[in-house]
């Protein structure tokens, strides 16, 4: 794994070298890695966070270091670890030293750390007083739309983050043009004295699982999935089991397909960890999967290697949630080439393309109507989408950064 040494090289030697900027010390692009450095918890923003990152590693950028950084809940910003073996990231040491940053360096704010980000705001504003720019990408504001669709702590994160964005941010990079507009219409209504001094552009997001430093295993049960999913028709599902995903509304047409049409109803593979606020769908899962008959799996843990596979083998991937800041799994599954059905939303518009299909009534018979309906189209061509590499060129582009293909 000679990227890792190369990544090593990259973190360490110019950190070593100068942790204080002087005048003429090299630009620094400051990677904010909090969340992921803590745990990656292995859903789609952990993807995003790890896919940029190691794209920016492996890039040349003219007169400037890519540093990753995070901060806890007690200490502010220092140089992350990296593992030698894997290149995986992980907190700061105890005694790293704090980051000071001046004119040139660059804050990117992209892993989601809404909790961390209002506790070190004062940090980032010596910073910003100090000359480096503050840009944070925004993957969605739905716990500031919908906080009944959250737990009350995210919500209040969440208002404290939005604060510091208004406060200091000079770029808002949001993840779709749905975001953007959530994004224009939150500083306008709340009369952000700033709002024409943040620059607000849209970074879209590739599917590429493969090029994200995928986390490896399959276990028993995977295995066991994906032999069900190669010899029957399956329709996949992916995502976090929690209020706005929508299992409940698929549920309930499955059980309709089930009782009415069982020879043509799919498995149901289910992909994603217990969530909050979800205590009883977790229960209707769980005795859903124990039933006799087996018409529906739940994997509450599954590895990236474990949903790319998944992905090429399901007849059909279903998208229900009721609100996302882009939609991952559907750029993910039309990437392997498999079709999907997704609830017709201004931000799932923004991915149209061929093998995206989209319902309106998720009534349980209409559904279940729009699921047989589109099990008979055709599997779209692959590849389809961007690759990562277009969504880091537009990312530098928005920093005002060159670059350059590193040497081999």
Known sequence: MSWIAGLLEKIIAPATRRMDMGPAAQRRLLVDMSTIAQHDAGTGIQRVVRAIWLH????????????????????????????????????????????HASA???????????????????????????????????????????????????????????????????????ISHQVASDLDTWLTTNKVARRDAIEVTVMPLSGAVDATNPSRGIGEKGRAAIARAQSTQTLLMVGTIEPRKGHDCVLDAMEHLWR???????????????????EAMQARLAALEGRAEHRLTWLSQASDELLAALYARAALVVMPSRGEGFGLPIVEALR???????????????????????????RPAALADSILTTLQEADPPIPVGEEWDDSVAILLRTLGLDQKKAPA
Request: proline share 8%; charged share 25%; glycine share 8%.
């Open 104 to 174: 040139g360096d660059i804050f990117l704010g992209l892993d989601l750390a809404a909790h961390r980000l209002s506790r070190h705001q004062r940090q980032l504003a010596r910073w910003r007083r100090s000359g480096a720019s503050i840009n944070i990408v925004i993957y969605d504001l739905l716990p500031l739309q919908h906080p009944h669709w959250f737990p009350r702590s995210t919500g209040r994160n969440f208002a404290k983050w939005i604060g510091v964005v208004s406060r200091l941010a000079d770029r808002a990079i949001c």
């Open 260 to 278: 009415t049409q069982p020879k043509n109803a799919p498995h149901v593979l289910i992909v994603g960890r217990p969530g909050w606020r979800t």
């Open 336 to 362: 392997q080439g498999r079709k999907v059905l997704a609830r017709d939303l201004p931000v799932f518009r923004e991915l149209a393309r061929p093998g995206l299909f989209y319902f309106d009534d998720d």
């Open 56 to 99: 920016l590693m492996d890039l040349g950028l003219d007169d400037v270091t890519v540093l990753p950084i995070a901060a806890t809940a007690k200490r502010g910003y220092a140089i992350a670890e990296v593992d030698p073996t894997d290149g995986r990231l992980s907190l700061p040491l105890p005694n790293a030293p704090l980051i």
